[in-house]
């Protein structure tokens, strides 16, 4: 399940960034999944979120751009992200542009530029270096869980494609 041996990381970002990276993130979604038994519209860069909803329209053409190493660079047209809300002590509420956010994610992506965040997130400040190793993490979880994993056999609406 987490083969890399990557760290848990904190970082400070805006609203405005999270919308640019979930741009970037979705940029080659499609509306659909399989397309002649294979898997079709991914690139292995799919957010995968929690504490957000947000709404990807694919009839949207992706405008977010990178460079020749395939690293973000901008957002210069239309957005296929929409409806983006923050789940705030307990209720979602619309994300904030100019707000400061906590995104955990994984030194790879926060401190290594992976996933195609080199020109993005290095720079920020860091809440959490290395906090824990990734297994760490998972098993954390779902010891917390009490190792019910059932509440993730459906969908919960997080993400909507469509």
């Not at 996933?115 to 920020?124: F, S």
């Amino acid at each position: 399940v987490c083969p890399f041996g990557n760290n848990m990381c904190v970082v400070k970002v805006t609203g405005a960034e999270i919308l640019d990276m979930l741009e970037f993130f979705c940029r080659h979604t499609q509306s659909e999944y399989v397309k002649d038994g294979e898997a079709y519209g991914e690139d292995g860069n799919f957010p995968q979120i929690s504490g957000l909803k947000f709404t990807v329209d694919t009839s949207i053409e992706s405008t977010a751009e990178a460079d020749k190493a395939d690293a973000f660079t901008e957002v210069t047209g239309a957005r296929r992200i929409s409806d983006v809300m923050v789940l705030k002590n307990g209720e979602y509420i619309p994300i904030d542009v100019n707000a400061t956010y906590t995104v955990s994610s994984l030194d790879y992506i926060i401190k290594n530029g992976g996933c195609g965040m080199l020109n993005t997130l290095a720079d920020h400040e860091l809440v959490l270096d290395d906090a824990l190793a990734d297994y760490q993490v998972l098993i954390g979880y779902i010891d917390k869980l009490g190792g019910d994993l059932s509440q993730y056999k459906n969908a919960d609406g997080r993400i909507t494609v469509k």
